[in-house]
């Protein structure tokens, strides 16, 4: 594996209060909301997801506010690969951005499946 390589995994792949923690801040730079990048945090201990956090963005706060209510818990509790494949409905009024949050769980889970 290259040094770079070797970077980027150890950016997104990260240990937290016994939970490995997905940064999806490089995995999915090129997925944009309504306003730019929605960068999550996933944290997955014993194989489900535990949390997801969202990292600093620029999306509406009251739009965004309503994701964080009631998008992000969606995927708590499921196994990182049932979590990957969960069809969730997006947030009325924070559509593009939900659906980059979305996107941003889906790339995190696939990578985490792929590197555990």
């Known amino acids: 594996m290259s040094a770079?390589?070797?970077?980027?995994?150890a950016e997104?792949?990260?240990k937290?209060?016994?939970a490995?923690?997905?940064n999806t801040t490089t995995l999915a730079d090129d997925v944009e909301g309504y306003a730019g990048p929605t960068p999550l945090k996933i944290f997955?201990?014993?194989?489900?997801?535990?949390?997801?956090?969202?990292?600093?963005?620029?999306?509406?706060?009251?739009?965004?506010?309503?994701?964080?209510r009631d998008l992000l818990s969606k995927w708590n509790g499921l196994t990182a690969k049932k979590a990957?494949?969960?069809q969730v409905d997006v947030v009325t009024g924070a559509t593009y951005s939900s659906e980059a949050v979305i996107e941003?769980?889906?790339?995190?889970?696939?990578?985490y499946n792929k590197k555990k």
Request: aromatic residues 6%; hydrophobic residues 35%; without cysteine.
């Open 84 to 86: 990957a494949t969960q």
């Open 44 to 68: 997955i201990k014993k194989d489900k997801i535990e949390k997801i956090e969202p990292l600093k963005n620029v999306e509406t706060p009251k739009y965004w506010a309503l994701i964080k």
């Open 12 to 14: 997104v792949i990260t």
């Open 104 to 111: 941003n769980v889906r790339r995190g889970l696939d990578y």
């Open 4 to 9: 770079s390589a070797q970077t980027q995994t």
């Open 20 to 22: 490995t923690v997905i």
């Open 16 to 18: 937290e209060d016994g």
